[in-house]
C-alpha cells in the first residue's frame, strides 16, 4: 500500500497501463512535454516516448476523432479533454462515432476508448472550466461514465475502463485532485464498472451521491450523526451504467432517499435515481425523494460558487425534512 492522491492514482495506473500493454497510447492537450494542465501525465512522455503520449492541437473534435479511429484498428488510446466544459466541440465523435459503433457494425467493430476529463468546481477556475456535464451523456446508449471519488477507486475504475472493449468517459472530479489521500495498492487492479460503493450503512436515510459531492455529504452526515440521524451513504462511482439494485435495497431499508450531485438538478442524474426507485419503492416511502444539486443556471462566477454549489447546511437541511415524515 502507498498513499496517494487521486492525481497519483491515475498517474500510477496509467503508467502501469502502458508497461503491460504496448497497444495502449494517450493523447490529448499538452499531456506530454508538460505533463498536463494537473501534471496527471507527468513523466509518461519520458518513459514511453513521443509515439505513446501525443501532444494534439488544441482540436477536442480532432482528438475524439483520431481516438476513435485508433480504437477501431487494434488499439487502445487514452484521450484527454482538458475540461469537461470543452468537451461540446467532440459530441458528434462521442456520441454519434465512438457510442453507436458496436451497434451500427452488429457488434462486428468495437471502441476501447477511454476519454478522461476533469469537471466539477471549487477550485475558483473560469467560465467553461468547472462544468458537471455528466448527464449529456446518460441518454446516449454504448457510452459508459465513470466517476470515482477517491484515489483507490480512481486507479481501480480506471484500470477497468482501460480493459473495457466499449467508450468510457473517464470524469475526474477537479476539487479532490489533491486535496484528499488515502492507502492504495501499488499493484495494478480493477474496480467493477456499475458497482456502487455503500461509504456507511444507516438506518433513517439513504444518500446516493458521486464525485466531488461525496465528501461534502461525509460532512454533512457526522452532523447529522450527532442529532440522532442514521444516514446511509452510497457512492455511485458510476453514473452509467447505475447501479440501481444497491440503491433499491437501500431504500426499501430507509423508506427516505436524498439525492446529491453538482450538476445543474432538471435532467440531472439525480431526477432519472428518483424516477427509478419511485417505481420500485413506492410503498416503502416514509417521505418525498428530495435533490441537493447545482442550480438551473449556468456554473458562476468564482466569487460565489461556493453557494451555487451544494452545501453542508442545504443537505442537512433536505435530510432533516425528509425526517419529518
Excluded at 498517474?11 to 495502449?24: G, H, R, V, Y
Excluded at 459508459?144 to 470524469?171: C, E, H, N, Q, R
Excluded at 474496480?191 to 459531492?213: D, F, L, M, N, R
Aim: glycine residues 8%; hydrophobic residues 45%; negative net charge.
Amino acid at each position: 500500500m502507498m498513499e496517494m492522491t487521486i492525481v497519483q492514482a491515475i498517474n500510477t495506473c496509467l503508467s502501469q497501463a502502458m508497461e503491460n500493454d504496448e497497444t495502449i497510447l494517450c493523447l490529448g492537450e499538452d499531456i506530454g512535454k508538460n505533463g498536463g494542465v494537473f501534471r496527471v501525465t507527468d513523466g509518461l512522455i519520458e518513459r514511453f516516448g513521443e509515439r505513446r503520449v501525443v501532444d494534439t492541437p488544441i482540436a477536442e473534435s480532432a482528438i475524439i476523432g483520431a481516438a476513435v479511429g485508433l480504437a477501431t484498428r487494434g488499439l487502445k488510446p487514452i484521450a484527454e479533454i482538458q475540461f469537461l466544459g470543452f468537451i461540446y466541440e467532440a459530441m458528434d465523435q462521442m456520441v454519434g462515432q465512438a457510442a453507436r459503433l458496436r451497434s451500427r457494425t452488429e457488434g462486428t467493430v468495437t471502441v476501447p476508448l477511454v476519454v478522461r476529463a476533469p469537471y466539477g468546481g471549487g477550485i475558483h477556475a473560469p467560465e467553461l472550466h468547472s462544468d458537471s456535464l455528466e448527464a449529456l451523456f446518460l441518454h446516449s446508449p454504448g457510452l459508459k461514465v465513470v466517476m470515482p471519488s477517491t484515489p483507490s477507486d480512481a486507479k481501480g475504475l480506471l484500470a477497468a475502463a482501460i480493459k473495457d472493449p466499449d467508450p468510457v468517459l473517464f470524469l475526474e472530479p477537479l476539487k479532490l485532485y489533491r486535496t484528499i489521500k488515502e492507502e492504495v495498492q501499488e499493484e495494478y487492479y480493477e474496480v467493477p464498472i456499475g458497482k456502487a460503493a455503500i461509504v456507511q450503512e444507516g438506518e433513517h436515510v439513504t444518500i446516493v451521491t458521486y464525485g466531488p459531492s461525496v465528501v461534502t455529504v461525509k460532512q454533512a452526515v457526522a452532523q447529522l450523526q450527532e442529532q440522532g440521524v442514521s444516514v446511509e451513504i452510497i457512492d455511485l462511482r458510476t453514473i452509467a451504467p447505475i447501479d440501481y439494485e444497491t440503491i433499491i435495497q437501500s431504500v426499501d431499508k430507509t423508506g427516505r432517499l436524498v439525492v446529491v450531485h453538482e450538476a445543474a438538478k432538471t435532467g440531472g442524474v439525480g431526477a432519472e435515481i428518483a424516477a427509478v426507485i419511485a417505481e420500485n419503492c413506492m410503498y416503502a416511502m416514509h417521505a418525498p425523494i428530495l435533490r441537493v444539486t447545482g442550480y438551473d443556471t449556468p456554473f458562476p462566477v468564482s466569487s460565489i460558487e461556493a453557494e451555487w454549489m451544494p452545501t453542508v447546511a442545504r443537505i442537512i437541511s433536505a435530510v432533516q425534512n425528509v425526517m419529518k415524515e
